[in-house]
């Protein structure tokens, strides 16, 4: 990060990156930890991505949750990780919108089965979303490093 | 002592947890290694259609093989549009008793849109009792306070395990259960399983 920032700007960034990134591990380690169909079951069961593309998506979202999350805390190449981070939250956070706005009486499927979409978790991911679109926004504002 | 009296403290609220099965709701061999425990109630859409299309295929591909032990669970709903579901599962639950569960499951699923909304619960569960005789028995069986124990005693396990919807399916397999996203797709159902069998 840039000189441009404050101290108490850039605790607060990689507080941002370190709660990000833990929710990520965290969120593909219990998908992880289950058998794959379980989380194709629920990727399924919001009816927005074709029944081919499931069981890819089921079988490496995870690992890429975790690999995500593990890069937004290490801080290397911010303005790419922090931008893949904001990018899934941005899908993440409108299938549950738009799950919601259905009527669609479902899980999350953010932290593995068993917890439905409610205000609560809208709120939980719009504040992550928030979060990462913060964080990549003070990474493109800071100067680029040179070797 | 003291380790045996720890040990009973430990293993005692797990007994407790565990359910019994009503024999004569479930299909297929105990011994499987896999158990399914369908969570639902008779006037739930969702559960119709499960009833109707997964329940066979599940049936012709895992449970007449010993693969798979399904356990019907009754988790009947509140509110409006399901003020007759525990009328019907005391009638179901009180058709098991007498062997006839499967039949009058049947029957309520098929005939849902009509009782669920008019009410008369009675007219499905009966046209699944031809015997004069068992119409009576089911009757009187469905007051039973160990009939509405069951029911009651199953509602209250879907909640502690934090069921709130139907149908839900949970999947037992060498003691680690895993509770299904609602009405799953069956090709992901049988990956599932099929992930838990032996090659």
């Known amino acids: 990060m840039g000189s441009y920032q404050s101290k108490p700007l850039r605790w607060t960034l990689v507080a941002l990156r370190v709660i990000l990134g833990a929710v990520f591990i965290y969120g593909g380690y219990v998908k992880l930890r289950d058998p794959w169909p379980l989380f194709a079951m629920g990727i399924d069961s919001y009816h927005l991505v074709p029944f081919r593309f499931v069981e890819p998506l089921a079988r490496t ?13 290490l801080g290397f190449w911010l ?10 939250l941005v899908v993440f956070f409108s299938a549950m919108v738009h799950a919601k706005l259905a009527g669609q009486q479902i899980n999350c499927g953010c932290f593995g089965p068993g917890e439905p979409i409610s205000k609560w978790t809208l709120l939980r991911d ?3 979303l928030a979060a990462g679109l913060f964080v990549s926004w003070h990474a493109f504002r800071a100067p680029r490093r040179t070797p | 002592m003291k380790l045996y009296a720890a040990a009973l403290m430990v293993v005692l609220p797990c007994l407790a947890a565990t359910p019994d099965v009503d024999k004569n709701r479930a299909i297929g061999f ?6 399914l425990e369908i969570f639902s109630d008779f006037t739930c859409p969702h559960c119709r259609v499960l009833h109707e299309t997964v329940l066979p295929q599940l ?18 709903l509140t509110g409006a549009g399901h003020e007759h579901s525990r009328e019907a599962f005391e009638y179901a639950v009180a058709a098991a008793r007498i062997g006839k569960y499967q039949q009058v499951a049947d029957a309520l699923y098929a005939q849902q849109a009509t009782w669920a909304i008019g009410g008369n619960v009675w007219a499905a569960v009966a046209s699944a009792l031809p015997s004069p005789a ?7 069986l469905a007051k039973d306070p ?31 259960h895993y ?12 990956s599932m399983i099929d992930g838990f069998l032996p090659k």
């Open chain 1, 61 to 73: 979202l995870p690992a890429a949750e975790v690999a995500l999350g593990l890069w937004l805390i």
């Open chain 1, 79 to 88: 303005r790419i990780s922090s931008t893949l981070v904001s990018l899934f």
């Open chain 1, 126 to 128: 719009g504040s992550l």
């Open chain 2, 30 to 35: 105990p011994t499987a290694p896999v158990k």
């Open chain 2, 59 to 76: 049936k012709s591909d895992y449970v007449v093989n010993g693969k798979v032990y399904i356990v019907d669970r009754a988790f009947p």
């Open chain 2, 134 to 140: 068992d119409q009576k028995k089911v009757q009187a």
């Open chain 2, 146 to 176: 160990g009939v509405l124990a069951e029911i009651e005693a199953e509602y209250q396990e879907a909640i502690a395990i934090g069921l709130n919807q139907t149908p839900t399916l949970v999947l037992t397999v060498g003691g680690k």
């Open chain 2, 179 to 190: 509770n299904l996203p609602p009405a799953p797709d069956y090709r992901l159902l049988k």
